[in-house]
């Protein structure tokens, strides 16, 4: 079992920042893919950004973004903290929205990490209000 408790957030105006973190347990974090997905009222939930350890090289990650996250967004994940990172720039009031970490204790590749249906573990989720 794996528990994931998200972090950071709140309101922002437009073009501002901020930095969601999600704690994951388990002695294998580095292992796990981890992602985040949003949210908003009415609508579904949808993907945004992914991490997953290489299937051909384990000490290196790949990362898939949405579309339209490309260029603000930036997952990282610190193994050492068992932490996942998501550094949100230029932030849009449609980036508004309920934020959740993902986990999955093995990798994905290329658009799978996108499929929350790959995903085993889920956390509670956390705010993000961008004001215009």
């Known amino acids: 079992q794996v528990q994931l408790v998200e972090s950071g957030g709140g309101l922002v105006q437009a073009g501002g920042s901020l930095r969601l973190s999600c704690a994951a347990s388990?002695?294998?974090?580095?292992?796990?893919?981890m992602g985040w997905f949003r949210q908003a009222p009415g609508k579904e939930r949808e993907f945004v950004a992914a991490?997953?350890?290489?299937?051909?090289?384990?000490?290196?990650?790949?990362?898939y973004y949405a579309d339209s996250v490309k260029g603000r967004f930036t997952i990282s994940r610190d193994s050492a903290k068992n932490t996942v990172y998501l550094q949100m720039n230029t932030l849009k009031p449609e980036d508004t929205a309920t934020y959740y970490c993902?986990?999955?204790?093995?990798?994905?590749?290329?658009?799978?990490?996108?499929?929350?249906?790959?995903?085993?573990?889920w956390g509670q989720g956390t705010q993000v209000t961008v004001s215009s």
């Open positions: 991490s997953s350890r290489s299937v051909y090289n384990r000490n290196a990650y790949s990362t």
């Open positions: 388990g002695r294998t974090f580095s292992s796990y893919t």
């Open positions: 993902a986990a999955r204790t093995t990798s994905l590749t290329g658009q799978t990490m996108s499929s929350a249906g790959e995903y085993d573990y």
